[in-house]
T-cell receptor
C-alpha cells in the first residue's frame, strides 16, 4: 500500500528565502506525482505534475524534482513571498491504484514579511 | 473561467437531516471524484465515476452516496449526517484514468457543518 510522507509538517521563513519542501513515497511504481497548494478553507490548486519518466518540472518560481528510484520529490520555491503562505500537498498516482491519488498530509508554509 | 464548480460553498445541516452537495465541470472530463478532508488531514477519496461507471472505495460508509446524471454534474448525498461527517468536501476531475491524462483538477470545496 502506497504511503506518502511530507517533511516538515510546518515551516516558517522570512520573505525572500529560497526553500525546499520534501515528499517521500514508499512504492516507486508510480504514474506521476502532483504538487498542490491549499489556502485555508479552500480547495486544492494544482501547481505541477511530474510524469514518472520525468526528472523535473518548472513553473515560474517553482521547481519540482522527482527521483522515482529513491521514492522522493522536492518542491523548490525561489525568492519566497508572503503570498506563498499556504499548505503544500504532494500526491502520487500509483500503478497499482489507477487514477487514485495518495496524498501526504502537507507542509504548512508561512512566509513572514 | 471556472472549471470545477461546487455549490454551495458552505452548508449547515442538522444531525440526521439528508444533505446533497453539488459539483459541475466545464472541462468535459470523463472522471469525477469526491474527497472528504478533515481539518489538518490529507484528502480521503470517497468514490469516483469513470463516465457512468461508479467506483466506491472499500472504506466509504454506506451513509455516503453519489449520482452522476450527465458528464457535467456529480452529486454527493449524505443520507444521515453525523457530527463526524463535518468536513470539507472536495470534488475533482481528470480527463482519464491510468498512466496519462490523469491530472486532477479540484473545485473550491464545500464546507459542511453538522449541528
Amino acid at each position: 500500500k502506497q504511503e506518502v510522507t511530507q517533511i516538515p509538517a510546518a515551516l516558517s521563513v522570512p520573505e525572500g528565502e529560497n526553500l525546499v519542501l520534501n515528499c517521500s513515497f514508499t512504492d516507486s511504481a508510480i504514474y506521476n506525482l502532483q504538487w498542490f497548494r491549499q489556502d485555508p478553507g479552500k480547495g486544492l490548486t494544482s501547481l505541477l505534475l511530474i510524469q514518472s519518466s520525468q526528472r523535473e518540472q518548472t513553473s515560474g518560481r517553482l521547481n519540482a524534482s522527482l527521483d522515482k528510484s529513491s521514492g522522493r520529490s522536492t518542491l523548490y520555491i525561489a525568492a519566497s513571498q508572503p503570498g506563498d503562505s499556504a499548505t503544500y500537498l504532494c500526491a502520487v498516482a500509483s500503478e497499482t491504484s489507477g487514477s487514485r491519488l495518495t496524498f501526504g498530509e502537507g507542509t504548512q508554509l508561512t512566509v513572514n514579511p | 473561467d471556472a472549471m470545477v464548480i461546487q455549490n454551495p460553498r458552505y452548508q449547515v445541516t442538522q444531525f440526521g437531516k439528508p444533505v446533497t452537495l453539488s459539483c459541475s465541470q466545464t472541462l468535459n472530463h470523463n472522471v469525477m471524484y469526491w474527497y472528504q478532508q478533515k481539518s489538518s488531514q490529507a484528502p480521503k477519496l470517497l468514490f469516483h465515476y469513470y463516465d457512468k461507471d461508479f467506483n466506491n472505495e472499500a472504506d466509504t460508509p454506506d451513509n455516503f452516496q453519489s449520482r452522476r446524471p450527465n458528464t457535467s454534474f456529480c452529486f454527493l448525498d449524505i443520507r444521515s449526517p453525523g457530527l463526524g461527517d463535518a468536513a470539507m468536501y472536495l470534488c475533482a476531475t481528470s480527463r482519464d484514468r491510468g498512466p496519462v491524462r490523469n491530472e486532477q483538477f479540484f473545485g473550491p470545496g464545500t464546507r459542511l457543518t453538522v449541528l
